[in-house]
């Protein structure tokens, strides 16, 4: 029997929020003062949750790795944000985002938590104008928009290419003014190590100063982690190099089930890997796919004289040039959702017409925008990815099609949340990304910053007062308890355990190792024998990681040596958690596709009978089986069919 | 995109232990890196070679690489970020270094940004700046729809223009004064241009500018080498708004 409640609420869809607000307890303004809250991570989500909490007179505490809140990797999301405003007359609706969101999520999203999100979209483009981000505008002084992935409207907001920083800039500036208040204390460069559970309550963290080194304790009525995805478990993604899964991973092992770890983004339009010393990959945006198109040549030939570099890409006359995207998807084109994309041009690559001298990349090309609107328009809407591509490439793409190849963005699986956002853990909530909630198997573009925003400022504030209200007589959590003591303990224990094996081996070779595994068998295709083989081989590199781990430096100073390898001894349990939940999803659906379940034509075929479910994984010991738990999805006002960007 | 590899290149980088330990200069010898990379990857290949040797890495903050989440801070061969134009250090290529050639690495240095480690420094004053009113005064909620206020293209383009700030420092580490007007004037010029910034402007101006005084940032004279490091091409004639703006606040008190 599943012990997972998702308190969805009753009655027809467009009605379930609005019922659930009237009934949740609020909490009296002089309660709220007696009240502290934790938030870890400070991106979209963490930000605007600790500014908009600390507005309705709760004490936060907020904590991020990085010097500054302003840093989180939100900011480099380029695109867009999504919202239902029909500002275009294009007939957008509420419903319609919503519809959109759980097909493109391939029905495996709960219906209430995204229509919610809908529902609320309006109102962050409002909060957000109202701060003052710099969103694009028309000569009439309205807002503009763009188009996405996956839909057949305008509805995303934008900022140049800098969306995300604009958006995470006004949420830190809500932040800050909140700091200056005094009603948020906020730890730049501390990373919580440990959640800490008092009669089955999250009561606070351990979090290790990254200066000093010093570990220390936090106690609070509620935690809230909004610490990004795990997408950095694959060693090279378009995620910063600090993100990591650790946050989620510790609440996992206290107790906190993880939902659908197999679901990952893979992000069609990346800059192609170049070589061995690649630490990251970077991202081109999704709304370069408005103006560019996507091609490989017709001919394998030319491929093969691309790869030696004996022609270049100009040279292949437009009757030679295969846009399979406009031809396998008429009606989309190269609008199609991302995973769809990303194993399209897998599909070319693998079957021997990619473009570069690896044969891992396609071509995105501007040159019919470009004649169609003029260099200057073109500037305009992407000047600053062109630049960015340029500097990375050496390849002017405005004069010649940009290389992409898909690459590893972002993670929809995460902590299972319910309804409110709490985790299986009393008190402790998961907003953002770092929950599983709202995308499904894939998600579309310009959500991500949409939903972030909106757990953060318009459903947290309201669903944390159900649950504090009932904490209103609990004093300040007292730190000396030995739940903290324990905690700080094993904390403490744990690095130096890391830190004494002296072996021979860096922490980021052991991560290369486990992104390449999960690359090769756990990536963009995924069979039950190649699972079952990472599974182990990921086992085996944990060993090998204990045996032989050298960290340098010391325990008690800034030290990024230690700081990654406790990230990556997270993620080298968490790789293993990630292939048991792709074996045991043998259907195909999203960003998720299972060789064994593919229709005829090669697209991804669910199997709805069996899969319509969310895996929820119950931590039993680092080296024991999870226990799975099912929330089985319930899909009253859509209709399940077989996804078709035909 | 060519791979040309480096087969040898030194780099001459400022170590420091702690904030108060005495910092010097260490040469490193680094092999085969291929043009294509980047100038952090260069680093990663080093600190791989230091750890192996038995030696502690180099210390320094990095983190989105891909030139907008501010973190990355490099004072190379004499120019905040190097030698490029418009790049943080993170995008700054190796294809813009040659064999042979001695690398010199040095962390901005700023009275107001004290060294934490190596070349890793601590910018908190930049968010006390941000903190004392680089903001909008709005709560979440109750806000008017966004069409409400309509705000012409080109004013949008200039609020955005100096938006693209991405808090790095370079400006701060390149001027001879040390000051951090194009920091500030940046902010207070994306909301000059903005209605949403025009009731609170010049309490903003001021306790900005304050604050910037108050935390040990030098004077701007006007020789514009901030906008030549800037990553985000922000221009001096932010300051200049921002002058304007601190002046007619000053002249209303």
Not at chain 1, 367 to 378: D, F, H, V
Not at chain 1, 394 to 419: L, R
Not at chain 2, 28 to 34: K, L, P, T
Not at chain 2, 160 to 184: E, P
Request: hydrophobic residues 40%.
């Amino acid at each position: 029997m599943s012990t997972l409640n998702s308190k969805i609420p009753a009655g027809p869809i467009a009605e379930k929020w609005t019922n659930h607000k009237a009934k949740i307890k609020v909490v009296s303004p002089a309660n709220k003062r007696k009240l502290d809250v934790i938030v870890v991570g400070t991106g979209l989500a963490g930000a605007s949750a600790a500014a908009s909490l600390a507005e309705l007179g709760y004490n936060v505490t907020a904590f991020c790795y990085q010097d500054s809140p302003r840093r989180a990797h939100s900011i480099a999301a380029q695109g867009g944000i999504n919202a239902a405003k029909n500002y275009q007359n294009d007939n957008d609706s509420v419903y319609r985002l919503f519809y959109d969101t759980i097909k493109g999520g391939d029905y495996r999203a709960r219906e209430a938590n995204v229509h919610r999100l809908a529902e609320v979209s309006p109102n962050i483009i409002d909060q957000c104008v109202a701060q003052g981000v710099p969103f694009a505008r028309e000569y009439g002084g309205t807002l503009s928009n763009r188009s996405f992935g996956g839909v057949l409207v305008s509805r995303t907001f934008y900022a140049r290419g800098q969306t995300g920083q604009q958006l995470l800039l006004g949420a830190y500036s809500a932040l800050n003014r909140q700091i200056n208040a005094g009603t948020v204390k906020m730890h730049t460069r501390h990373e919580m190590l440990d959640l800490v559970v008092i009669d089955g309550k999250a009561r606070g963290i351990i979090a290790r100063d990254m200066v000093s080194g010093e570990v220390k304790r936090f106690g609070a009525h509620a935690v809230v982690l909004a610490t990004g995805g795990y997408a950095n478990v694959f060693f090279l993604s378009t995620n910063a190099m600090g993100c990591n899964a650790s946050a989620s991973w510790v609440a996992y092992k206290k107790g906190a089930y993880f939902a659908n770890p197999c679901y990952v983004q893979i992000h069609p339009t990346c800059i192609p890997v170049h070589g061995s010393q690649q630490s990251k990959l970077t991202l081109m945006s999704e709304s370069l796919r408005n103006d560019g198109r996507v091609w490989v040549p017709r001919k394998k030939e030319d491929a093969e004289k691309l790869r030696r570099g004996e022609i270049r890409p100009n040279d292949i006359a437009d009757v030679d040039r295969d846009f399979y995207l406009e031809r396998r998807y008429p009606s989309y084109g190269n609008l199609v959702p991302r995973d769809v994309a990303s194993r399209a041009a897998k599909e070319r690559c693998d079957a021997g017409f990619g473009v570069n001298k690896e044969g891992m990349a396609v071509f995105l090309d501007f040159k019919y925008a470009i004649e169609r609107l003029g260099q200057e328009t073109i500037a305009k809407r992407y000047g600053n990815l062109f630049q960015m591509y340029e500097k990375i490439t050496d390849v002017n793409p405005y004069k010649e099609p940009m290389q992409i190849y898909p690459a590893i963005h972002y993670a929809m699986g995460g902590t299972w949340v319910d309804y409110n956002l709490m985790t299986t853990i009393p008190g402790l909530y998961s907003l953002g990304e770092a929950n599983f909630s709202d995308h499904g198997a894939n998600r579309l573009g310009a959500s991500a910053l949409m939903q972030g925003l909106a757990d953060g400022y318009f459903v947290l504030p309201y669903t944390i007062g159900d649950y504090l209200g009932n904490e209103i007589m609990v004093p300040k959590i007292n730190t000396n308890l030995p739940e903290f003591e324990a905690a700080e303990k094993a904390v403490t224990e744990r690095l130096e355990k890391l830190f004494n094996i002296k072996g021979k081996t860096p922490a980021d070779h052991f991560h290369k190792k486990l992104g390449a595994i999960l690359w090769d068998y756990v990536g963009m295709s995924r069979n039950e024998a190649g699972l079952k083989k990472a599974i182990e081989e990921i086992k085996k590199l944990r060993k090998e990681f204990y045996a032989d781990l050298l960290v340098p430096g010391e325990l008690k100073n800034v030290n990024p040596e230690l700081e990654k390898a406790g990230r990556v001894a997270d993620f080298l349990e968490f790789g293993e958690l990630l292939a048991r939940d792709a074996l045991n999803r043998k259907e195909s659906c999203g960003g998720h596709f299972r060789e064994e379940s593919a229709t005829e034509e090669g697209e991804a075929k669910r199997d709805d009978e069996n899969f319509a479910y969310v895996a929820a994984w119950e931590f039993k010991g680092v080296d024991e089986e999870p226990a799975l738990h099912k929330e089985d999805l319930v899909f009253e006002t859509i209709q399940l069919t077989q996804r078709s960007y035909k | 995109m060519a791979d040309i590899i480096l087969n040898k290149i030194y780099v001459k980088v400022w170590r420091q232990n702690s904030p108060k330990a005495k910092g010097r200069f260490e040469t490193y010898q680094v092999e085969n890196v291929s043009q294509g990379s980047s100038f952090l990857e260069m680093i990663d290949i080093l600190n791989d070679k230091l750890i192996l040797e038995g030696k502690d890495p180099i210390a320094f903050d990095h983190d989105c690489r891909e030139g907008i989440c501010g973190m990355c801070s490099m004072y190379i061969n004499g120019h905040a970020h190097g030698p490029d134009t418009e790049v943080t250090t993170c995008q700054l290529h190796m294809r813009k270094f040659h064999e042979g050639q001695t690398i010199v690495v040095e962390p901005w240095r700023a009275a107001a940004f004290p060294v934490i480690k190596d070349v890793m420094v601590d910018r908190s004053a930049f968010e006390k700046i941000q903190q004392a009113g680089g903001y909008v005064s709005v709560n979440t909620g109750g806000v008017p729809d966004g069409n409400v206020i309509l705000i012409g293209q080109d004013d949008a383009e200039e609020a955005m223009d100096a938006a693209a700030c991405i808090g790095c420092g370079a400006c701060v580490a390149t001027c001879k004064n040390s000051s951090a007007m194009l920091f500030v004037a940046a902010k207070v010029s994306q909301f000059a241009k903005l209605p949403q910034g025009k009731v609170e402007a010049k309490k903003r101006a001021k306790a900005m500018v304050a604050k910037m005084d108050e935390l040990g940032f030098g004077s701007c004279t006007n020789t514009g080498g901030c906008e030549l490091a800037c990553p985000k091409s922000i221009s001096i004639a932010h300051i200049a708004r921002l002058n304007r703006e601190y002046l007619s606040a000053k002249l209303s008190d």
